[in-house]
């Protein structure tokens, strides 16, 4: 089967990748978080791209957009371009693991940073037709009492930028929908995301990526082809899939990786970046 991937040149603000590597400037990143929450956002800390948070052997670990905090708040923000049904359970679910991540051993639970979750959706998450979908906790009987457990989960339906009234944030979702920037900010945004398609550093990590990406699903899945056909039966075959898919990354990848850091090195990436791109540790980029 061959996969394809979409040009470098046809990526936009709202593919995970260029959303990610923009989103990686601190004034961008902290502009989004005001525009999109109508807060003052302190200092950007650690701006990472797609974070891993992995916290027990056997739990389901999350790969995080663009994880962010300043001095008072953990930010995850999202780009989603389909609507899964469990899309309000996954963020259940990130905001846990993020209070994991946030809360050191030994802390207490004072201690726990203001969290929200946002998803940035290029179809409506729940078919109101609201530009921005708010959710907080609060008491059933009364809905004056908030639980004030300072967790907060939002979501954005870029589609519906016209209802919004704040003029700022309206022309970002306006941007994040039809790609046209009819602001200042959003026209930064915009030339940042075409001085990256233009940057050889960029486009060779972005083409490494797609390739170490499609190596590994290959990898697992001829290893599961060959377990299923030799099962013979479907029921094998589908097992064979999924366990190949698994056996492939462990027994297939690193050797893959390793060359593609070496390539990522020629170009001068930081040891950070290409430890991040391949999957490999820091101490063994450096040993290369």
Request: charged residues 30%; neutral net charge; proline residues 3%.
């Amino acid at each position: 089967m061959e996969y394809t991937h979409k040009p470098v040149e046809e990526l936009t603000f709202t593919d995970d990748f260029m959303f990610g590597t923009v989103m990686k400037n601190k004034v961008i990143c902290k502009g989004v978080l005001e525009r999109l929450l109508h807060i003052k956002v302190g200092k950007i800390e650690y701006p990472s791209l797609q974070k891993t948070i992995a916290p027990f052997y056997e739990s389901k670990g999350i790969r995080l957009d663009v994880y962010v905090s300043d001095p008072e708040r953990i930010f995850d923000i999202e780009i989603q371009t389909s609507i899964p049904p469990s899309l309000p359970k996954r963020t259940r679910y990130y905001q846990s693991l993020m209070d994991v991540d946030n809360l050191l051993r030994g802390q207490s639970y004072a201690e726990l940073k203001e969290s929200y979750v946002i998803f940035i959706c290029t179809q409506d998450p729940f078919d109101r037709g609201l530009p921005v979908y708010e959710f907080r906790n609060i008491c059933t009987a009364d809905g004056t009492l908030f639980l004030d457990d300072k967790s907060v989960k939002v979501f954005y339906n870029v589609g519906a930028y016209g209802k919004e009234d704040e003029p700022e944030l309206s022309a970002l979702l306006k941007y994040l929908c039809e790609r046209r920037a009819t602001s200042g900010f959003t026209q930064h945004i915009d030339e940042l995301v075409e001085k990256a398609k233009r940057n050889e550093k960029f486009r060779s990590w972005y083409m490494s990526l797609n390739i170490r990406e499609d190596d590994l699903r290959m990898a697992g899945e001829k290893i599961g082809f060959e377990r299923g056909v030799a099962a013979g039966i479907r029921k094998g075959r589908r097992d064979g899939l999924l366990q190949g898919r698994r056996d492939g990354i462990a027994a297939g990848s690193y050797q893959k990786a390793r060359e593609t850091a070496k390539n990522l090195l020629t170009l001068k990436l930081s040891i950070e970046n290409i430890a991040e791109a391949t999957g490999l540790t820091k101490e063994e980029v450096e040993k290369l």
